[in-house]
């Protein structure tokens, strides 16, 4: 049984960082990308990034370059995303996925495996 389980959300002023963490279990992502999706109140999901576990590539949406930073740890079974620089439009809910493509795709219908979603709020 695949699982995700995010972690590490919270409040934080503008300017201010934060990481989250997925930890992922049930099976081996190595062919997997996981990325990172968020979801502000009254708005679609949006695609922040993602890596190919595997390889370690990334890819980011340009909202987020340069202050977001995916990285994995394969000993641990964990994707992090580290957030600097943050900015009140930040604020969301921050969802991990892992879809079965080594490839980053960065639409929502891609990913099969979803956690249960962390917030994060920054303030101005």
């Known amino acids: 049984q695949v699982q995700l389980v995010e972690s590490g959300g919270g409040s934080v002023q503008a300017g201010g960082s934060l990481r989250l963490s997925c930890a992922a279990s049930?099976?081996?992502?190595?062919?997997?990308?996981l990325a990172w999706f968020r979801q502000a109140s009254g708005k679609e999901r949006e695609f922040v990034g993602g890596?190919?576990?595997?390889?370690?590539?990334?890819d980011y949406a340009d909202s987020v370059k340069g202050r977001f930073t995916i990285s994995r740890d394969n000993a641990r079974n964990t994707v992090s995303l580290q957030m600097l620089s943050l900015k009140p439009e930040d604020t969301a809910v921050y969802y991990c996925?892992?879809?079965?493509?080594?490839?980053?795709?960065?639409?929502?219908?891609?990913?099969?495996?979803w956690g249960q979603g962390t917030q994060v709020t920054v303030s101005s």
């Open positions: 049930g099976r081996t992502f190595s062919s997997y990308s």
């Open positions: 996925a892992a879809g079965p493509y080594p490839i980053i795709r960065r639409g929502s219908q891609y990913y099969t495996y």
């Open positions: 890596i190919n576990w595997g390889v370690g590539s990334t």
